[in-house]
């Protein structure tokens, strides 16, 4: 399990937790209908609804809006919406992948490339930066879950490709066939995982030292993230934690 580059997804940094909790389930929500929607109600035989119903659990969705999200996936009611994926630069240097969840393609696209714009970025073409990510398995778990070597062993008996641990939690990498596999055999011992989901994982990173850029890059993300359609933004960037302390 060879080590890779360190990089910070939106889903970890501070600022995602400071969001209102409306949004969030907004963002919870549309994911749980859409994952029960394009197959079974029952996330014991949907694998990303499973995903989709772990992750809204952590984020302290009641029980109550999970069963309504699902029953209206059910009832065929709302929106429809669709997965669509925007790749582009971002201050330093920085590929951008950003995924988003629309009933709105062109609300959605003038938002992301106005955002991207006004922040110092810009957006490319299909493919201009995803060859430089890998389409991985990410399952997450808090530091609580146990120490390095004990995650590490989990992770290695379960079939993992690769771990990172750290004093925030544990990211444990799979290939995407076997995300869900994997994640079940670490139940036993690791217990319920905080995420569950396919991720991109940068094939090299780009370190921002500059606190310019990096807090110029920062306030990207965070608009990004603001924005009710995206659902997950990935980068191949690395901010020095000394400079990430200097931008509070």
Same mark, same amino acid.
């Given at each position: 399990?060879?080590?890779?580059?360190?990089?910070?997804?939106?889903?970890?940094?501070?600022?995602?937790?400071d +969001? +209102?909790? @409306?949004?969030?389930?907004?963002?919870?929500?549309?994911?749980?209908?859409v /994952?029960?929607?394009?197959?079974? =109600? &029952?996330?014991?035989?949907?694998?990303? !609804?499973?995903?989709?119903v772990?992750?809204?659990r952590?984020?302290?969705?009641? +029980?109550?809006n999970?069963?309504?999200?699902?029953?209206?996936?059910?009832?065929?009611?709302?929106?429809?919406?669709?997965?669509i994926?925007?790749?582009g630069?971002? =201050?330093g240097?920085v590929?951008?992948?950003?995924?988003?969840?629309?009933?709105?393609?062109?609300?959605?696209a003038?938002?992301?490339?106005?955002i991207?714009?006004?922040n110092?970025?810009? !957006?490319?073409?299909?493919?201009?930066? @995803?060859?430089?990510?890998?389409?991985?398995?990410?399952?997450?778990?808090?530091?609580?879950?146990?120490?390095?070597?004990k995650?590490?062993?989990? /992770?290695?008996?379960?079939?993992?490709?690769?771990?990172?641990?750290?004093e925030?939690?544990h990211?444990?990498?799979?290939?995407?066939?076997?995300?869900?596999?994997?994640?079940?055999?670490?139940e =036993?011992?690791?217990?319920?995982?905080?995420?569950?989901?396919? /991720?991109?994982? =940068?094939?090299?990173s780009v370190?921002? &030292? &500059?606190?310019?850029?990096?807090?110029? !890059?920062? +306030?990207l993300?965070?608009?990004?993230?603001?924005?009710? &359609?995206?659902?997950?933004?990935?980068g191949?960037?690395?901010?020095p934690?000394?400079?990430?302390e200097?931008?509070?």
């Amino acid at each position: 399990m060879a080590g890779h580059s360190k990089f910070k997804n939106i889903m970890y940094r501070k600022g995602a937790q400071d +969001k +209102k909790r @409306s949004a969030l389930f907004s963002k919870l929500s549309r994911e749980i209908t859409v /994952a029960a929607r394009n197959g079974l =109600p &029952d996330p014991t035989m949907n694998a990303r !609804l499973r995903a989709a119903v772990i992750a809204a659990r952590a984020g302290g969705m009641p +029980k109550d809006n999970i069963e309504r999200s699902i029953k209206k996936a059910e009832g065929g009611d709302g929106e429809n919406y669709e997965e669509i994926r925007y790749e582009g630069f971002g =201050p330093g240097g920085v590929a951008l992948i950003v995924e988003a969840l629309t009933d709105n393609r062109n609300r959605t696209a003038t938002n992301i490339r106005t955002i991207v714009s006004k922040n110092g970025g810009n !957006l490319g073409a299909s493919g201009s930066v @995803s060859h430089g990510f890998d389409r991985m398995g990410l399952i997450s778990y808090p530091a609580s879950a146990g120490d390095a070597d004990k995650v590490f062993e989990a /992770a290695l008996e379960a079939g993992a490709e690769d771990v990172q641990s750290s004093e925030d939690g544990h990211e444990i990498w799979t290939t995407q066939d076997s995300l869900h596999e994997v994640a079940r055999a670490l139940e =036993p011992a690791l217990g319920e995982a905080e995420g569950t989901k396919l /991720a991109w994982r =940068p094939q090299t990173s780009v370190k921002v &030292d &500059d606190e310019t850029a990096a807090g110029q !890059l920062m +306030k990207l993300i965070d608009a990004l993230d603001d924005d009710d &359609d995206v659902q997950a933004v990935w980068g191949n960037y690395d901010v020095p934690d000394e400079v990430m302390e200097r931008l509070g």
